[in-house]
């Protein structure tokens, strides 16, 4: 049975200014769905509700992988579970390589932390037996490979976590990331500010390359163009904190070429904060 990630008539809060108004969308493992709709609308706010950002508080409805709630997870949780949500602005972590971050979060999401902390405790807690990462020859071989699969620069994994990496080198960490996560759904939420053409075209080749039965994508975007590369089955119109219309690859061409305004013809004003459309 392919992983299931169903977001039920979802309704969130920020600061206690309510965003999210009954958001409803089933993801499937092997299935790629875009979400566009214009700013402010609550596209971040979506994607950092199904991550499990404290700063975001469910006040009705339910996200549920593969049947059971996830509302009760911690974000380390979920992304055991399978959930992967690469961050709008992901932040800097000098000091640490990409290599060390990966090996840290590829060993927390696969359980290597967990075990080693059981063994500390089932041992008395004097001395952990087992190593809380996974084997660093292991994962070495397994990095190497799948930098090469996304014809990524050995040196890129020796850099600090995003120290001055550029627009696109944000975007070849991310993608990297998921590589190595190898989550079961993700969540990808592109800005459209700072990414060239260059970026573009990684994140597509990249996620293109990771698409497959084993992964369901739902790609947050306002870039049609990034569809020309990325081919959604599924493209969902979000405006006032919620889905308006779903429908096939048509309809991002749709809104490409008549712009947001018949969306807010058709669906009233703009909630506050939201850009007019
Ligand atoms: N941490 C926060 N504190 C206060 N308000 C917030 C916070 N996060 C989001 N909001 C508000 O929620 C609304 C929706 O924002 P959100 O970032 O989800 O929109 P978006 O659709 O992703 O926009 P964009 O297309 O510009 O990325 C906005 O009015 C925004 O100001
Ligand atoms: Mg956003």
Same mark, same amino acid.
């Given at each position: 049975m392919p992983t299931e990630l169903?977001?039920?008539? &979802? %309704?969130?809060?920020?600061?206690?200014?309510?965003?999210?108004?009954?958001?409803?969308?089933?993801?499937?493992?092997?299935?790629?769905? +875009?979400?566009?709709?214009?700013?402010?609308?609550?596209k971040s706010t979506l994607a950092y509700t199904i991550a499990g950002h404290p700063h975001y508080e469910v006040t009705g409805g339910d996200i549920l992988l593969n049947g059971e709630s996830i509302l009760g997870l911690a974000p380390d949780e979920r992304a055991k579970a399978g959930l992967f949500l690469a961050f709008q602005y992901p932040t800097a972590i000098p000091g640490v390589s990409m290599a060390n971050f990966l090996r840290q979060a590829v060993s927390a999401v696969r359980g290597y932390t967990d075990r +080693?902390?059981? +063994?500390?405790?089932?041992?008395?807690?004097?001395?952990?037996?087992?190593? =809380?990462?996974?084997?660093?020859?292991?994962?070495?071989?397994?990095?190497?490979?799948?930098?090469e699969r996304l014809h990524m620069d050995a040196a890129f994994a020796r850099r600090y976590l995003n120290d001055g990496f550029?627009?696109?080198?944000?975007?070849? +960490? =991310?993608?990297?990331?998921?590589a190595m996560l190898e989550p079961k759904i993700a969540v990808l939420d592109e800005t459209d500010s700072g990414l060239d053409i260059d970026a573009l075209r990684v994140v597509a080749e990249g996620v293109?390359? &990771?698409?497959?039965? %084993?992964?369901?994508?739902?790609?947050?975007?306002? #870039?049609?163009?990034?569809?020309?590369?990325?081919?959604?089955?599924?493209? %969902?119109?979000? #405006?006032?904190? %919620?889905?308006?219309?779903?429908?096939?690859?048509?309809?991002? &061409? =749709?809104? =490409?070429?008549?712009?947001?305004?018949?969306?807010?013809?058709?669906?009233?004003e703009p909630m506050v904060g939201q850009e007019k459309a």
């Open positions: 169903v977001i039920k008539d &979802l %309704h969130a809060s920020v600061q206690g200014k309510p965003i999210l108004q009954g958001v409803s969308l089933t993801i499937s493992q092997g299935e790629v769905h +875009a979400l566009m709709g214009p700013n402010g609308s609550g +080693a902390k059981q +063994a500390v405790t089932a041992g008395g807690g004097a001395k952990p037996i087992g190593s =809380e990462l996974m084997p660093m020859r292991e994962f070495r071989k397994e990095l190497t490979e799948k930098m550029s627009g696109g080198e944000k975007k070849r +960490a =991310e993608i990297l990331q998921m293109n390359s &990771l698409i497959g039965p %084993h992964l369901g994508v739902l790609m947050i975007t306002h #870039y049609q163009r990034l569809l020309n590369y990325i081919k959604p089955q599924f493209v %969902h119109v979000f #405006y006032n904190g %919620h889905i308006v219309q779903s429908g096939g690859p048509g309809l991002a &061409l =749709e809104l =490409e070429a008549r712009g947001y305004g018949w969306v807010r013809e058709k669906y009233g």
